[in-house]
């Protein structure tokens, strides 16, 4: 399907609630995090970065990063979602070439990516690995007692990853 990508505006920030509601994977607190990113990224802060897509006006996803504090190059991919009904169709893997392409040509390094060890995420985890994200690292219990945090990185110089299993 074609979508175009374009800045995320305050006109998005409703749908932008609905769409990340509407997953069913976020809390009304993670939700309201996400708002809140959005509203300080409108309000100039370069810490967070939005990218929405689009089907002609009717906004179908979005990603946010912006660059990991104390490094150099590293970024957090914070954010990746796209509306239920558009799933599938190829918008998250446009989303998140963007972003790549972005951080390569602003000297990004690595792309960290969290996320969770959650059945129901299986297919999210499915997502990052088939476009090049390495399991870097698991903390046993951290969202919840059943619930690791997995620790995705890419790496965009195809750097320091390959040192690490030379
Ligand atoms: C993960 C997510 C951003 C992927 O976006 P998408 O537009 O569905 O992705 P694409 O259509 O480009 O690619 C689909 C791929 O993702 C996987 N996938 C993940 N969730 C899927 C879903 N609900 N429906 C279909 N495919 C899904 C498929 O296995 C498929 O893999 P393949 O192309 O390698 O075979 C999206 O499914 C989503 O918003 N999920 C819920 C929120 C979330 O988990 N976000 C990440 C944590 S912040």
Redesign the pocket.
């Known amino acids: 399907m074609s979508c175009s990508l374009r800045p995320v505006g305050r006109a998005q920030r409703a749908p932008l609630e609905r769409l990340t509601a509407a ?1 069913g ?1 976020f809390r009304p607190d993670e939700v309201a995090i996400a708002l809140e990113l959005l509203d300080d990224s409108l309000a100039g802060d370069a810490d967070y970065r939005f990218l929405g897509a689009y089907d002609g006006d009717t906004f179908v ?1 979005y990603a946010c990063w912006g660059p990991t504090a104390g490094t150099q190059g590293t970024y957090d991919l914070y ?4 509306d ?1 009904a ?9 989303l998140l070439e963007a972003v790549e392409h972005r951080l390569r040509t602003d000297n990004g390094r690595l792309i960290v990516v969290e ?1 969770s060890s959650r059945a129901d ?1 299986a ?2 985890r ?2 990052y690995e ?1 476009r090049g994200y390495a399991r870097a690292a698991r903390l046993p219990g951290y969202y919840a007692p059943d619930d690791d945090l997995v620790i995705y990185l890419k790496d965009l110089t195809h750097g320091v990853l390959a040192r690490a299993t030379s």
């Open positions: 997953t994977r996803g954010w990746i979602v796209v239920p558009w799933q599938g169709k190829g918008v998250g893997s446009r996320t995420y297919p999210t499915a997502f088939r």
